[in-house]
């Protein structure tokens, strides 16, 4: 805080004390100190604050999925930034109201993981916003699913061993101007390895990791139920998001490439745009 109005806030954190002035100032405490000790007051009210408007799971439209990857402790004593990268399921159902809340936050690039056939049936509904940068950067290349519990963890894996689309997807976030929202179609699986690649390069503890990802099952649980009572057969684990699946997927990564910045630089990554990536994720 450099400016006046800057340190308004602070002066009148420490005028709170000021029946308590004459006493400390006879007793020789200098006034600067007071004004620093209002100001530390000041900061740790305005974190507790700021903590209190910060949401992970964030409730815009008919969106179930929509989290940020904001706070969590990285490399080097630092965090994941609030309010930058929001990972989701399709976006659909937004009011003005949601759109003003992205815009306002200048989160206005989209990366719509989906395939073509997923956004012609349902279009992303912030592709015809003017407000916002488009991009429909489909993750598979033709793969589906396993359709084995077992095999979930190796699919992911195959998925990212075929480079081209990851490095697509990280190069947009790293160039993106401002904030950026990337998506699929639950917010779970090919959003789940995206997210998983960009909190392991900015040093995010595997335990994060895996929770992030792990969290999905819950929010989509209301929507698996409706759809197994039209879908008898779906399979067991649809909508599950294991923390054991994301575990097989990096562990084959760092096998096959000896960490995720190796992965990185085999998919073509230059170590200028995976800096301006961790500049992305990190506050």
């Given at each position: 805080m450099d400016s006046f109005e800057g340190w308004l806030p602070v002066?009148?954190?420490?005028?709170?004390?000021?029946?308590?002035?004459?006493?400390?100032?006879?007793?020789?405490?200098?006034?600067?100190?007071?004004?620093?000790?209002?100001?530390?007051?000041?900061?740790?009210?305005?974190?507790?604050?700021?903590?209190?408007?910060l949401l992970r799971h964030i409730p815009l439209g008919n969106m179930n999925n929509l989290r940020d990857l904001g706070g969590y402790p990285a490399a080097g004593g630092r965090v994941t930034a609030w309010e930058r990268l929001l990972r989701g399921d399709n976006p659909t159902g937004l009011s003005e109201k949601d759109i003003e809340w992205l815009v306002d936050r200048d989160i206005t690039t989209v990366i719509d993981l989906r395939s073509e056939e997923e956004t012609k049936r349902?279009?992303?509904?912030?592709?015809?916003?003017?407000?916002?940068?488009?991009?429909?950067?489909?993750?598979?290349?033709?793969?589906?699913?396993?359709?084995?519990?077992?095999?979930?963890?190796?699919?992911?894996f195959q998925v990212l061993d075929r480079k081209e689309s990851a490095c697509r997807i990280l190069r947009l976030i790293a160039e993106a101007p401002g904030g950026v929202l990337f998506h699929c179609t639950a917010g779970k699986d090919r959003t789940g390895m995206v997210a998983a690649l960009l909190l392991s390069l900015a040093g995010?503890?595997?335990?994060?990791?895996?929770?992030?990802?792990?969290?999905?099952?819950?929010?989509?649980?209301?929507?698996?139920?409706?759809i197994r009572m039209s879908v008898p057969d779906l399979v067991p684990f649809a909508g599950m998001s294991k923390s054991k699946y994301m575990a097989e997927c990096l562990a084959l990564l760092n096998e096959a490439y000896g960490s995720v910045s190796g992965y990185l630089r085999a998919a073509g990554l230059s170590e200028l745009e995976m800096a301006a990536l961790r500049a992305k994720v990190l506050a």
């Amino acid at each position: 805080m450099d400016s006046f109005e800057g340190w308004l806030p602070v002066f009148m954190v420490t005028a709170l004390f000021g029946p308590f002035q004459r006493m400390i100032w006879e007793r020789g405490l200098p006034l600067l100190l007071l004004v620093l000790f209002g100001k530390i007051c000041y900061t740790k009210i305005q974190n507790v604050w700021e903590a209190v408007h910060l949401l992970r799971h964030i409730p815009l439209g008919n969106m179930n999925n929509l989290r940020d990857l904001g706070g969590y402790p990285a490399a080097g004593g630092r965090v994941t930034a609030w309010e930058r990268l929001l990972r989701g399921d399709n976006p659909t159902g937004l009011s003005e109201k949601d759109i003003e809340w992205l815009v306002d936050r200048d989160i206005t690039t989209v990366i719509d993981l989906r395939s073509e056939e997923e956004t012609k049936r349902k279009p992303d509904q912030l592709a015809g916003e003017t407000d916002f940068r488009y991009f429909h950067a489909p993750m598979l290349g033709g793969e589906r699913m396993p359709n084995l519990e077992r095999d979930v963890g190796r699919g992911y894996f195959q998925v990212l061993d075929r480079k081209e689309s990851a490095c697509r997807i990280l190069r947009l976030i790293a160039e993106a101007p401002g904030g950026v929202l990337f998506h699929c179609t639950a917010g779970k699986d090919r959003t789940g390895m995206v997210a998983a690649l960009l909190l392991s390069l900015a040093g995010v503890s595997r335990e994060d990791i895996l929770a992030d990802y792990q969290v999905s099952e819950i929010y989509l649980a209301e929507i698996i139920r409706r759809i197994r009572m039209s879908v008898p057969d779906l399979v067991p684990f649809a909508g599950m998001s294991k923390s054991k699946y994301m575990a097989e997927c990096l562990a084959l990564l760092n096998e096959a490439y000896g960490s995720v910045s190796g992965y990185l630089r085999a998919a073509g990554l230059s170590e200028l745009e995976m800096a301006a990536l961790r500049a992305k994720v990190l506050a």
